[in-house]
């Protein structure tokens, strides 16, 4: 009870859980559509690459305005993912060499930025270390407010084009043989996740982000076949691991929020994992045991 009368009452707190229920939502939604397409890794890649446009982008305009740094993040992404495309339909490249090449080399890039950056006088005020593994107790009634700008577009567009790209996660061979632009829907779609990155750089840093892409997703889908109900439940399962990672973050001493939510996320999985009707492992070994008993 002190715990909920505390996240209402206190600011800080508020903030941070609902920073963190937003990057829940908004990941676990469009994580559905990274999975359903199996290209969970992308995301991982599109993490890690947004590492170097946060530091191009203080490094071009000298600012440390939570927008410019997400949208200099958001762009280094979205080129990363058309890079992994473009590597994977123009060579003989496949995807998994094409993702792992990328992430090394743009992550690596984007460490050595902040290496020449540590020189600058102005780069320590700028905070660019805390997007490698975030810091969401340092969030503020403006990064909620670029985070929302980011993250609800992003939303209410899936939701307009919800049987567009339903038929392209499921089906993309039928959808183009129904005339659906299915390239420029693909980008679209690859962009909104990069949008879902953006929003969590703050929060989770590009190092834990591709788990709250995943996480998610792969718990939802324990429960049921149809996407809409795995959305919601997606959805649902970031919302709570937010709040309940900044909660026992909050009043556990020594605890980072970004990894606590992960891990509340993670716990969430193995929960979904294990208990899940149907797919669930345990379910699945009582109904082995059922078998196997002897009939009177």
């Known amino acids: 009870m002190e715990l909920l009368t505390a996240l209402f009452a206190d600011y800080t707190l508020r903030t941070v859980a609902l920073g963190a229920a937003l990057l829940g939502v908004v990941s676990g939604v469009l994580g559905c559509f990274a999975v359903l397409r199996r290209q969970a890794l992308l995301g991982d ?45 123009t060579s003989r490249i496949k995807e998994d060499s094409a ?3 990328t992430l090394s080399v743009c992550f690596g890039f984007g460490l050595v930025l902040l290496s020449l950056l540590q020189k600058r006088p102005d780069a320590a005020q700028a905070g660019l270390k805390r997007f490698l593994f975030g ?59 990069v949008m879902a990155i953006a929003i969590g ?4 840093g590009v190092v834990l982000m591709s788990a709250m892409l995943v996480a998610p997703a792969a718990a939802a889908r324990q429960w049921t076949n149809r996407l809409s109900i795995m ?27 970004g990894p606590t939510v992960v891990l509340c996320m993670a716990a969430i999985t193995l929960g979904s994992l294990l208990c899940a009707p149907e797919r669930g492992l345990l379910w699945r070994w009582i109904r082995g045991r059922r078998q196997l008993a002897p009939v009177d």
């Open 231 to 257: 959305v919601l439940l997606a959805a649902s399962f970031g919302a709570l691991a937010g709040v309940s990672g900044a909660l026992i973050s909050a009043t556990t001493r020594g605890f980072s929020t």
């Open 201 to 204: 750089l703050q929060s989770v």
């Open 45 to 89: 890649a599109m993490s890690h690459a947004a590492l170097p446009g946060i530091a191009l982008a203080f490094m071009l305009t000298g600012q440390r305005d939570p927008l410019v740094l997400l949208l200099g993040a958001a762009a280094a992404a979205w080129l990363a993912a058309l890079l992994v495309l473009g590597i994977t339909g």
């Open 135 to 193: 810091q969401a107790a340092a969030l503020v009634e403006r990064d909620i407010v670029v985070m929302a700008a980011l993250g609800l577009p992003a939303l209410l567009c899936v939701a307009l084009l919800w049987k567009h790209f339903k038929l392209l996660s499921f089906d993309p061979e039928y959808a183009a043989s129904l005339g659906m632009p299915t390239g420029a829907l693909s980008i679209l779609l690859t962009t909104l996740i």
């Open 99 to 101: 993702l792992a090449l």
